[in-house]
């Protein structure tokens, strides 16, 4: 911003007579008349095309900046005094507050000093009257208030040296208890501190639901006209990321999957239909469950591979309500026992689809002896076991026909 005031001023015709800013808020004096000040708004405006200014002139004489209110007086000269917005309501902490009263004192303190830095001697004595009848509106004694007022007059800050240095004593603040504490601890080496108790606002959970375009998450979006949806996930509010994809599919941005889906099929996508699927706020958080969701949706425009980060073994877990496990049965012949032995009707049973705790994997009857057989080859052995793989292979195509 520096810079920009440099170049500004720098290159301007006609150059104020002060300029004073504080962050983005700048208090000028034009000395070369009303109808060249446009001018210079205009030159300030055009520097950058992403800096703008508004302009404030006098009004009867008056004119604000941050919280002072400054007056031109007729010859010349300038009364400062405080500025308040018209909204303003004089409503500070209440006197009966459970507070500590260091913190109770430091509201009228407050006041006081802003007031003594900021007017002048001809309306000090003014303001210093609306304090007082601002804080007696609040519950504080009139004594009270004197007493801090003199005192603050009469404060004259002391250098602190390395040697005063103390260490903070943060205390919750209970009205009888806490003022007990406090004094076990000497004032010479700790700088006691006291907070406000919790209190049952805080403990009670808010009961309002948190507005979908205000929260962060995985969302999805939906295409109007077909089943399809895009699954995305952002740390922004979603009405700020709807607004980019419906500006991608306006562009037909070749890298969205959303304008793509346009293009193809000429679909109509309302990107205020946005919906939150689950809140998230970490980004590695927010990548796992995106990729679980794009799994949990087959029919998702996304990219495939933005799944890449789930293991093999989840996507079973995730997919195993969408593929319900056929059973099927397959009976064989003591012809096909690779035993001797005669064995009727031996039944397995396989199960299509993820593997829960209670599905057993299939035993192979291949005992290494019969009862009455004699002991197999190793070759047989291999030629059985050859047999029977083909068998299943077979029943296995006739049951899913």
Known sequence: MEEFEQNALNTATLKPKCWFRYV??????????????????????????NIKFTMETENNNELSFLDTLIRKRANGKFNFALYRK????????????????????????????????????????????????????????SNKINKIIKD????????????????????????????IIAKKFPNDKFRKIFKPFITIQQL?????????????????????????????????RLNIRAQEHNLAIKQFNTSSSLACHRMDTGHQINT??????????????????????????PLA????????????????IINKQDTPPQRITTNINSNDHPTTSSVQ??????????????????????????????????SEVQSKLTEFVEAMKTSSTASQS
């Not at 983005?24 to 095309?49: A, K, M, Y």
């Not at 009670?204 to 699954?231: F, M, T, V, W």
């Not at 035993?363 to 009455?372: D, G, H, T, V, W």
């Open 24 to 49: 983005d808020d700048t208090f000028v004096i034009w000395p070369h008349g009303s109808h060249t000040l446009d001018e210079f708004l205009q030159h300030l405006n055009n520097i950058h095309p």
């Open 86 to 141: 018209p909204t303003h309501s004089n409503r500070y902490l209440n006197a009966s507050s459970h507070h500590h009263p260091s913190q109770l004192n430091a509201v009228i303190k407050s006041l006081t000093i802003r007031s003594l830095r900021l007017t002048d001697d001809d309306s000090r004595k003014e303001e210093l009257a609306n304090i007082k009848m601002a804080l007696q509106q609040n519950g504080y004694s």
């Open 152 to 179: 603050c007059n009469n404060f004259t800050k002391k250098p602190t040296t390395e040697t005063e240095l103390k260490k903070p004593l943060i205390l919750p603040y209970i009205k009888g208890v806490t003022d």
């Open 204 to 236: 009670l959970r808010n009961a309002k639901d948190h507005i979908p375009g205000e929260s962060q998450g995985i969302y999805e979006i939906p295409c109007s006209e077909c089943c399809r949806s895009y699954i995305g996930q952002t740390n922004r």
């Open 272 to 297: 205020s239909n946005i919906k939150l699927l689950a809140t998230a706020y970490t980004l590695n958080e927010r990548i796992i469950r995106e990729a679980i969701e794009i799994e949990k949706r």
């Open 301 to 316: 425009l996304n990219k495939r591979d933005d799944t890449s980060r789930i293991s093999p073994i989840w996507k079973i």
């Open 345 to 378: 009707n031996i039944q397995t049973s396989t199960f299509k689809g993820p593997m829960t705790r209670k599905t057993k994997a299939t035993r192979l009857p291949f005992p290494k002896e019969s009862k009455k057989g004699r002991r197999l080859q190793k």
